[in-house]
C-alpha cells in the first residue's frame, strides 16, 4: 500500500543521545515534511524540502537536522537529546502545489528521559 | 506573526450538526485546509478553500469567508466515529509551500 512509512514507531531515549527518525514515501511525493505534536500547541513544523537536495527550516528547527539525498526518504537527527524534543513526531509529504493536502505517516512517539 | 483561533473543544450527540470555527490572522491568504486526527493517529485531510463559500463533501461541509478572515468546518449527522480532533491550516505567507496549523478542535460525541 503506497504511503508513507515512519520508525519507530516509539522511543525511549536518554537525554544526550543521538536519536534519527526515519520517514520513508514511495509516492514520488516532491516536498517532504517534519512535524512535531505537543499537547495544546497543535502542529508545529521543525524542518521542510522541496524536493531532493534542498531543505529549509520551519518554526522550530533548534536541536534538529534534516537530509534529503533522494525523493524517497527524508530522515529527522536529534543531535544530542533533550527532555523537551519528547513529543510525537510526523512525517509528511505532498504532491503538487502548495494548494494540494499533505499526507501524514501514522508518527513516532518519542520520549526522552 | 501568523495566527490562527479555533475552540479547544466541542461537544454534541449523535445524529445532530457542529460547526467547528476557525478564525485566522495572516499577512497574506492563499486557502485553509481542514484535518481531521483521531485519537493516536495521523492527520488526514479533509478539505481546502481557496474562494469565499462552501465546499460540500459528504456529511462535511467547509466554509470561508475571506472578507471576515473566518472559516468553519460543519459536520452533519454526527457519527461516534467523528470523535477527533479537527485543525485548521493556512499556507504560510511567507512561503506558501507551508503549512500553518491551528492549535486544534477536539469533538466530542455522545451517544
Known amino acids: 500500500i503506497a504511503g508513507i512509512t515512519q520508525a519507530p514507531t516509539s522511543q525511549i531515549l536518554a537525554a544526550g543521545r543521538r536519536m534519527t527518525l526515519r520517514c520513508t514515501q514511495d509516492?514520488?511525493?516532491?516536498?517532504m515534511y517534519w512535524y512535531r505534536q505537543d499537547l495544546g500547541l497543535g502542529l508545529r513544523l521543525i524542518h521542510y524540502s522541496n524536493t531532493a537536495g534542498t531543505t529549509g527550516k520551519g518554526e522550530v528547527p533548534d536541536g534538529y537536522s534534516v537530509s534529503r539525498a533522494n525523493t524517497d526518504d527524508f530522515p529527522l537527527t536529534l543531535a544530542s537529546a533533550v527532555p523537551s524534543q519528547t513529543s510525537v513526531y510526523f512525517c509528511a509529504s505532498r504532491e503538487g502545489p502548495g494548494n494540494q493536502p499533505q499526507h501524514f505517516g501514522d508518527g513516532t512517539r518519542l520520549s526522552i528521559l | 506573526g501568523q495566527s490562527l483561533e479555533q475552540p479547544s473543544e466541542v461537544t454534541a450527540v449523535e445524529g445532530a450538526i457542529v460547526q467547528i470555527n476557525c478564525t485566522y490572522q495572516?499577512?497574506?491568504?492563499?486557502?485553509l485546509s481542514w484535518y481531521q486526527q483521531h485519537d493516536g493517529g495521523a492527520p488526514t485531510f479533509l478539505s481546502y478553500?481557496?474562494?469565499?463559500g462552501l465546499e460540500e463533501t459528504g456529511r462535511f461541509s467547509s466554509f470561508l469567508s475571506r472578507s471576515d478572515s473566518y472559516g468553519y468546518l460543519l459536520l452533519q449527522e454526527l457519527q461516534m466515529k467523528d470523535s477527533a480532533s479537527y485543525f485548521c491550516a493556512v499556507r504560510d505567507p511567507g512561503n506558501t509551500d507551508k503549512l500553518i496549523f491551528g492549535t486544534g478542535t477536539r469533538l466530542q460525541v455522545f451517544p
Open positions: 495572516t499577512s497574506g491568504f492563499y486557502g
Open positions: 478553500n481557496a474562494l469565499d
Open positions: 509516492m514520488r511525493h516532491n516536498a
